[in-house]
T-cell receptor, first 115, second 109 residues
Framework: KAGVTQTPRYLIKTRGQQVTLSCSPI?????VSWYQQTPGQGLQFLFE???????NKGNFPGRFSGRQFSNSRSEMNVSTLELGDSALYLC??????????????FGPGTRLTVT | GENVEQHPSTLSVQEGDSAVIKCTYS??????FPWYKQELGKRPQLIID?????GEKKDQRIAVTLNKTAKHFSLHITETQPEDSAVYFC????????FGTGTSLTVIP
């Protein structure tokens, strides 16, 4: 099976702009989660989508949003970018974890730099 | 939300020694406890996991122990090698997946 893919891999944006990141999960996986990773902050949970519905949301401002399509591919959008949004954004897919506990498979990440 | 504490944040050991990383949690409904390894510039990858109905699981040099009563679980790496150097994250899931803040392990040859 092909692994989780993310595009683009690298992105440089200016403050105030918006950005859209894409994630294609492993075939058959319906759960897609997004994480922000910054040095010293570990993996901060953004949100999780399952069957096109947002099931969980972390403690991030409304500038961070996402969606999932019928083929399970997911996108996340960040509007009005701030310098502090510079980070590695990882998506992870799993068969399903809510209450059952399945391994999450991570994509390579998108490195976002805001200048 | 869930509070996952991971200690230590950094750990240096001599090659061949053992390394132990511990995570504590608060939600007694958590039932799945994975450990991920993230090498520099790479994505996190699962190295071992345990479910709440099991107290210990071992895979070659790696083991995980779970104490549900005390709400903590630990990663044990024996006979450490330089290639074990990485950041390790504990995780747990109930209604949502949570990760610890990570432990940067350095194995000194």
């Amino acid at each position: 099976k092909a692994g989780v893919t993310q595009t683009p891999r690298y992105l440089i944006k200016t403050r105030g702009q918006q950005v859209t990141l894409s994630c294609s999960p492993i075939s058959g996986h319906r759960s897609v989660s997004w994480y922000q990773q910054t040095p010293g902050q570990g993996l901060q949970f953004l949100f999780e989508y399952f069957s096109e519905t947002q099931r969980n949301k972390g403690n991030f401002p409304g500038r961070f949003s996402g969606r999932q399509f019928s083929n399970s591919r997911s996108e996340m959008n960040v509007s009005t970018l701030e310098l502090g949004d510079s980070a590695l954004y990882l998506c992870a897919s799993s068969q399903d974890y809510r209450g059952l506990g399945y391994e999450q498979y991570f994509g390579p990440g998108t490195r976002l730099t805001v200048t | 939300g869930e509070n996952v504490e991971q200690h230590p944040s950094t750990l240096s050991v001599q090659e061949g020694d053992s390394a132990v990383i511990k995570c504590t949690y608060s939600d007694s409904a958590s039932n799945y406890f994975p450990w991920y390894k993230q090498e520099l510039g790479k994505r996190p990858q699962l190295i071992i996991d345990i479910r709440s109905n099991v107290g210990e699981k071992k895979d070659q040099r790696i083991a995980v122990t779970l104490n549900k009563t005390a709400k903590h679980f630990s990663l044990h790496i024996t006979e450490t090698q330089p290639e074990d150097s990485a950041v390790y994250f504990c995780g747990l899931s109930g209604n949502q997946f949570y990760f610890g803040t990570g432990t940067s392990l350095t194995v000194i040859p």
